[in-house]
């Protein structure tokens, strides 16, 4: 089982859709977490860390439940420029390296 | 810009030659990071340092792969006799604290 597994993707919705993704970890111990938007061929950019109380950033909302071990976000009134790969990735070990999942592909369409 | 730097953005090489890249972290972030991302996968993590310190190597860093941070600023990863399996795209990522921002990539081709 890999540490990291997020849902399979591609997720196509409509402009103004309503989505979320999941992500389940492995490592119980894992204290840190975040989300990471990856356009084609460029470099992951963090879109937010995620708190034990759930946090929210505009049309962005993350939630973390520590007794299942997963991780959400959830991406209300979608835009086209949401299309992107999402990335969770938890915080591991002593020294602090992200495990990543494979991604999950969002296309927005019009 | 103040972001994390990669140099070169693109390397071609044949099989079985060295390769060296470069990563220039923000300025204040002492921790540095290499990770190498296939097509369809995420990122996965190769080595860490803590100011000029290694602290931390992948099962991934064979013997091929060597990276420094001689002063605890920029750092350089060499891969030696690069093999086809080598072709990724490797990620330079820099924090302070928990969080990790990455540079643009070197998208590496092993011919």
């Known amino acids: 089982r890999k540490e990291v597994e997020q849902d399979p993707g591609p997720f196509n919705v409509p402009e103004g859709a309503t989505v979320a993704f999941n992500c389940t970890y492995s490592?119980?111990?894992?204290?840190?977490f975040f989300w990471y938007r990856q356009d084609c061929r460029k470099e992951p950019k963090l879109l937010m860390s995620v708190y034990s109380s759930g946090n929210e950033d505009g049309r962005f909302t993350a939630q973390l439940n520590r007794a299942s071990q997963y991780i959400s976000l959830l991406i209300r009134d979608s835009k086209l420029s949401d299309s992107a790969t999402y990335l969770c990735?938890?915080?591991?070990?002593?020294?602090?390296?992200?495990?990543f999942g494979a991604g999950t592909r969002l296309a927005v369409h019009p | 810009d103040t972001g994390v730097s990669q140099n070169p953005r693109h390397k071609i090489t044949k099989r079985g030659q060295n390769v060296t890249f470069r990563c220039d972290p923000i300025?204040?972030?002492?921790?540095l990071y290499w990770y190498r991302q296939t097509l369809g996968q995420g990122p996965e993590f190769l080595t860490y340092?803590?100011?000029?310190?290694?602290?931390?190597k992948s099962r991934l860093l064979s013997d091929r792969f060597s990276a420094e941070r001689p002063k605890g600023s920029f750092s350089t990863l060499e891969i030696q006799r690069t093999e086809q399996g080598d072709s990724a795209m490797y990620l330079c990522?820099?924090?302070?604290?928990?969080?990790?921002?990455f540079g643009p990539g070197t998208r590496l081709t092993v011919t």
């Open positions: 340092f803590q100011n000029e310190a290694q602290l931390e």
């Open positions: 490592n119980s111990a894992s204290q840190s």
């Open positions: 990735a938890v915080l591991s070990g002593g020294y602090n390296k992200l495990i």
């Open positions: 300025s204040e972030h002492n921790r």
């Open positions: 990522a820099s924090s302070a604290l928990g969080e990790q921002y």
